[in-house]
């Protein structure tokens, strides 16, 4: 069984920074993929950051810019970093992997995190 959890959402003011991390557990053998999408109040699930094994990145136009993210292989982590947030960002932030496992190294599954709510708000 693998899981991810993200942490590290909460209210900020804009303008101001946050920074989410997700642990991926369990029985990995590997991960490929790594990102962060949102879903916003009555809004469908966007992608925001992808990175992969080796360390390239896409955002998404929105946040260019302003969001980082980054990953700890050693750790199975990947961080997001969030600075000059704005009240659009406000959103659940889902971690999202694409991985094998031990008992399946050749098959990639795609795992979702439950979730951490960034709220962007004076």
């Known amino acids: 069984q693998v899981q991810l959890v993200e942490s590290g959402g909460g209210l900020v003011q804009p303008g101001g920074s946050l920074r989410l991390s997700c642990v991926a557990s369990g029985s990995i053998f590997s991960i490929d993929v790594m990102a962060w999408y949102r879903q916003a109040p009555g809004k469908g699930r966007e992608l925001v950051a992808r990175?992969?094994?080796?360390?390239?990145?896409n955002y998404a136009d929105s946040v260019k810019g302003r969001f980082t993210i980054s990953r700890d292989n050693a750790k199975n982590t990947v961080y997001l970093q969030m600075n000059s947030l704005k009240p659009e960002d406000t959103a659940i932030y889902y971690c999202?992997?694409?991985?094998?496992?031990?008992?399946?190294?050749?098959?990639?599954?795609?795992?979702w995190g439950q979730g951490t709510l960034v709220t962007v708000s004076s």
């Open positions: 990175i992969s094994s080796d360390g390239n990145t």
């Open positions: 999202n992997a694409l991985l094998s496992t031990v008992t399946n190294i050749y098959r990639l599954f795609e795992v």
